[in-house]
């Protein structure tokens, strides 16, 4: 390895691996260096759902953004990560409707590719607007794809490659070219796109094209290489295609020296393999008495790479938690395949996350141990489990604690958080989660302050074990016990309300509930978890960055009539996330509008959402809510009446089971 790669004499060693996390499961797409070396890593989040024997899954655009040396990029949304416009959905055990890749251009430039009667492919800028100066108005129809598997890929010059394959009368398989603004190129195949001769329907996950023209595609099937027109490269391994029996292949990139990087999931934890230009196992790759002659990278599944011009490796893929679903990861390596420890997060036993100047809305795993800072904002910190260190810096920061695993200890182990720099003055320790009543002596739901002899640490405790002998417990550095008192410390959810005239009400970071009463009120929530509830009155709902419940108590709250238009309006309503309590009103599902269903309809340029009611009430009034943007409404959207308890609630809410709303 060149001197120029090496760590310098006495630097503090890093990981390697930088990860970053959305929601539920994290999906990776495409990763694209700049020339400065910034790294722009496309992806999709989503949670989970069961409906009808179906698991159900809501995707969104995710992007991320670190810089060169691994760390997370701040100056990119502040916090390194973005959610940007485009929904997909996949239905496990039925139809799909699922963009097959998501890659991303230099700057940023976010494209993702959607299924139909031809593969579609659209791009977005930075801030999650559809970007008109690509194709025809933000989006360019290819001339492939017609309902199957597509996958996606940016070559160096900034042109796209779209791969198709399907099952119609006759499986094939084919590939598109686009210029980098999105017009289709006809120099590639004659027409811009080239059918693969003799694999049939071969479902590509990755593609790429090297420099003599011949292009490489992965599947679970293997690797394959096909010359300029279409037919198998025979020179390449067995008739063209390279097969690996322990692991399926998802992307490849090529090397200067034409030596080919596979990226998959492999039986023996690698993410990442190289084959010589003819096809074979290059044995000199990785090994490090770790892995298999040939296999680098282990711990991430592999889905794309790009090679910098220095030759190391950029791997990205997803990371396994062992209880949190998966993390999208970026590894590098250098040209020989050994993890390259100048990159990535500190190797100090914890994960990282760093806030910006804006207020962040910063969660950690319970899968890791983490190191939290806050930056400079007013931001929510929430560790999760794991025995993590958090700091808020400047602001008016609150640390909430949602679970007694997220800090205890038991009779032998401390399992605790530390608090760094809590400040009594302006942050807040939110406990609204856990059923703590007030300070005192430890027991009966209070909680005791103790400080050790040195003075240098505060410990925030119980002494009533759970039956699993887990005991809360919370250390700040420094002496706090004469500072931490009702004024910081939270122990039920917090209260807002308004009066009968037209009032603003804004959620603090904690656990919340505004209520507007009369008036036309204007409800936003923040970071923390907020039950908004407008009363009566024509009122905007604004939701913020946590988990949302908006509460209707009567259909007054929320109406139309023949002549009237009393209908509330939801903002920012975070589907998958978020909830909209209609079971005071005794709606049991969405349906017809009828027999105590609410039906679902959107306005002609679907900007506007339209939850009604079709039945009115003794006054001719009938329950109608509108939301802004387009939604495809389930279930787990609402907490309807034929499930309600007063503890649904309060776990989306992240509040206490004795807690009720006001």
């Given at each position: 390895?060149?001197?120029?790669?090496?760590?310098?004499?006495?630097?503090?060693?890093?990981?390697?691996?930088?990860?970053?996390?959305?929601?539920?499961?994290d999906?990776?797409?495409?990763?694209?260096?700049d020339?400065?070396?910034?790294?722009?890593?496309?992806?999709?989040?989503?949670s989970?759902?069961?409906?009808?024997d179906?698991w159900?899954?809501?995707?969104?655009?995710?992007?991320?953004?670190?810089?060169?040396?691994?760390?997370?990029?701040?100056?990119?949304?502040?916090?390194?990560?973005?959610?940007?416009?485009?929904?997909?959905?996949?239905?496990?055990?039925?139809?799909?409707?699922?963009g097959?890749?998501?890659?991303?251009?230099?700057?940023?430039?976010?494209?993702?590719?959607?299924?139909?009667?031809?593969?579609?492919?659209?791009?977005?800028?930075?801030?999650?607007?559809?970007?008109?100066s690509?194709?025809?108005?933000?989006?360019?129809?290819?001339?492939?794809?017609?309902?199957?598997?597509?996958?996606?890929?940016?070559?160096?010059?900034?042109?796209?490659?779209?791969?198709?394959?399907?099952?119609?009368?006759?499986s094939?398989?084919?590939?598109?070219?686009?210029?980098?603004?999105?017009?289709?190129?006809?120099?590639?195949?004659?027409d811009?796109?080239?059918?693969?001769?003799?694999?049939?329907?071969?479902?590509?996950?990755?593609?790429?094209?090297?420099?003599?023209?011949?292009?490489?595609?992965?599947?679970?099937?293997?690797?394959?290489?096909?010359n300029?027109?279409?037919?198998?490269?025979?020179?390449?391994?067995?008739?063209?295609?390279?097969?690996?029996?322990?692991?399926?292949?998802?992307?490849?990139?090529?090397?200067?020296?034409?030596?080919?990087?596979?990226?998959?999931?492999?039986?023996?934890?690698?993410?990442?393999?190289?084959?010589?230009?003819?096809?074979?196992?290059?044995?000199?790759?990785?090994?490090?008495?770790q892995?298999?002659?040939?296999?680098?990278?282990?711990?991430?599944?592999?889905?794309?790479?790009?090679?910098l011009?220095?030759?190391?490796?950029?791997?990205?893929?997803?990371?396994?938690?062992?209880?949190?679903?998966?993390?999208?990861?970026?590894?590098?390596?250098?040209?020989?395949?050994?993890?390259?420890?100048?990159?990535?997060?500190?190797?100090?036993?914890?994960?990282?996350?760093?806030?910006?100047?804006?207020?962040?809305?910063?969660?950690?795993?319970?899968?890791?141990?983490?190191?939290?800072?806050?930056?400079?904002?007013?931001?929510?910190?929430?560790?999760?489990?794991?025995?993590?260190?958090?700091?808020g810096?400047?602001?008016?920061?609150?640390?909430?604690?949602?679970?007694?695993?997220d800090?205890?200890?038991?009779?032998?182990?401390?399992?605790?958080?530390?608090?760094?720099?809590?400040?009594?003055?302006?942050?807040?320790?939110?406990?609204?989660?856990?059923?703590?009543?007030?300070?005192?002596?430890?027991?009966g739901?209070?909680?005791?302050?103790?400080?050790n002899?040195?003075?240098?640490?505060?410990?925030?405790?119980?002494?009533d074990?759970?039956?699993?002998?887990?005991?809360?417990?919370?250390?700040?550095?420094?002496?706090?016990?004469?500072?931490?008192?009702?004024?910081?410390?939270?122990?039920?959810p917090?209260?807002?309300?308004?009066?009968?005239?037209?009032?603003?009400l804004?959620?603090?970071?904690?656990?919340?509930?505004?209520?507007?009463?009369?008036?036309?009120?204007?409800?936003?929530?923040?970071?923390?978890?907020?039950s908004?509830?407008?009363?009566?009155?024509?009122?905007?709902?604004?939701?913020?960055?946590g988990?949302?419940?908006?509460?209707?108590?009567?259909?007054?709250?929320?109406?139309?009539t023949?002549?009237?238009?009393?209908?509330?309006r939801?903002?920012g309503?975070?589907?998958?996330?978020?909830?909209?309590?209609?079971?005071?009103?005794?709606?049991?599902?969405?349906?017809?509008?009828?027999?105590?269903?609410?039906?679902?309809?959107?306005?002609?340029?679907?900007?506007?959402t339209?939850?009604?009611?079709?039945?009115?009430?003794?006054?001719?009034?009938?329950?109608?809510?509108?939301?802004?943007?387009?939604?495809?409404?389930?279930?787990?959207?609402?907490?309807?009446?034929?499930?309600?308890?007063?503890?649904?609630?309060?776990?989306?809410?992240?509040?206490?089971?004795?807690?009720?709303?006001?």
């Amino acid at each position: 390895m060149e001197d120029s790669l090496r760590s310098p004499q006495n630097s503090p060693l890093k990981t390697g691996l930088v990860t970053v996390g959305y929601t539920g499961v994290d999906e990776p797409g495409r990763i694209v260096a700049d020339a400065d070396g910034s790294i722009w890593f496309a992806g999709y989040s989503s949670s989970y759902s069961f409906d009808d024997d179906y698991w159900a899954a809501d995707y969104r655009a995710t992007l991320s953004k670190f810089n060169p040396d691994g760390t997370v990029d701040t100056s990119f949304s502040d916090d390194g990560k973005s959610f940007l416009g485009p929904y997909v959905s996949y239905w496990y055990g039925g139809a799909a409707e699922f963009g097959g890749g998501a890659a991303v251009q230099l700057g940023g430039k976010y494209l993702v590719i959607d299924s139909g009667s031809k593969a579609t492919v659209s791009r977005f800028n930075i801030d999650g607007a559809l970007d008109k100066s690509f194709g025809e108005g933000g989006r360019v129809v290819t001339p492939v794809g017609d309902d199957a598997q597509n996958a996606i890929a940016v070559l160096a010059d900034g042109s796209i490659l779209v791969g198709f394959s399907a099952v119609d009368d006759e499986s094939y398989t084919e590939i598109a070219r686009l210029t980098p603004d999105g017009e289709i190129d006809l120099s590639f195949g004659g027409d811009g796109r080239l059918e693969i001769a003799g694999v049939g329907n071969y479902s590509p996950f990755g593609l790429t094209l090297q420099q003599d023209g011949k292009v490489l595609l992965t599947s679970t099937q293997g690797i394959v290489r096909v010359n300029a027109d279409g037919t198998l490269d025979k020179e390449f391994d067995v008739d063209g295609i390279a097969s690996y029996s322990k692991g399926s292949a998802s992307g490849v990139t090529v090397q200067a020296d034409g030596k080919i990087l596979v990226l998959g999931s492999f039986e023996n934890g690698a993410g990442i393999y190289r084959l010589n230009p003819d096809g074979s196992l290059d044995t000199t790759f990785g090994g490090s008495g770790q892995l298999a002659d040939g296999f680098a990278a282990p711990g991430i599944s592999g889905r794309d790479a790009v090679v910098l011009a220095d030759g190391r490796i950029l791997v990205s893929g997803t990371v396994s938690t062992f209880a949190d679903g998966t993390n999208l990861g970026i590894m590098r390596l250098d040209p020989d395949g050994n993890l390259d420890t100048t990159f990535g997060n500190p190797d100090d036993g914890y994960r990282h996350l760093t806030g910006g100047t804006a207020d962040n809305l910063l969660v950690g795993t319970h899968s890791y141990n983490y190191a939290i800072s806050g930056g400079a904002g007013n931001d929510l910190i929430d560790g999760r489990g794991g025995r993590d260190l958090l700091t808020g810096g400047e602001g008016d920061d609150v640390f909430r604690f949602q679970s007694m695993t997220d800090s205890f200890r038991t009779a032998d182990t401390a399992f605790s958080d530390r608090i760094r720099d809590f400040n009594a003055d302006e942050d807040m320790l939110d406990l609204s989660a856990l059923g703590f009543t007030a300070l005192g002596n430890g027991h009966g739901g209070t909680l005791a302050l103790k400080v050790n002899e040195e003075g240098t640490r505060t410990y925030l405790k119980s002494y009533d074990a759970d039956p699993d002998g887990q005991r809360f417990e919370l250390v700040f550095d420094g002496d706090l016990s004469q500072q931490l008192d009702a004024n910081n410390l939270l122990f039920t959810p917090g209260l807002l309300s308004g009066s009968d005239a037209n009032d603003s009400l804004f959620a603090h970071g904690w656990t919340e509930t505004l209520m507007g009463l009369a008036g036309n009120d204007t409800l936003t929530g923040s970071l923390g978890n907020t039950s908004l509830d407008g009363g009566a009155g024509r009122d905007l709902l604004v939701g913020g960055g946590g988990i949302d419940a908006f509460h209707f108590g009567s259909v007054s709250d929320s109406y139309r009539t023949d002549s009237v238009n009393s209908a509330d309006r939801i903002f920012g309503f975070e589907q998958g996330v978020d909830r909209i309590d209609v079971s005071a009103l005794g709606f049991v599902g969405l349906g017809s509008g009828h027999n105590g269903t609410l039906q679902v309809r959107t306005n002609a340029d679907n900007t506007l959402t339209y939850l009604r009611s079709l039945e009115t009430d003794e006054s001719g009034a009938r329950f109608e809510v509108t939301l802004q943007g387009s939604y495809q409404f389930q279930s787990e959207s609402f907490i309807f009446a034929s499930t309600h308890t007063g503890i649904a609630e309060i776990q989306l809410l992240g509040m206490s089971p004795d807690y009720t709303l006001a």
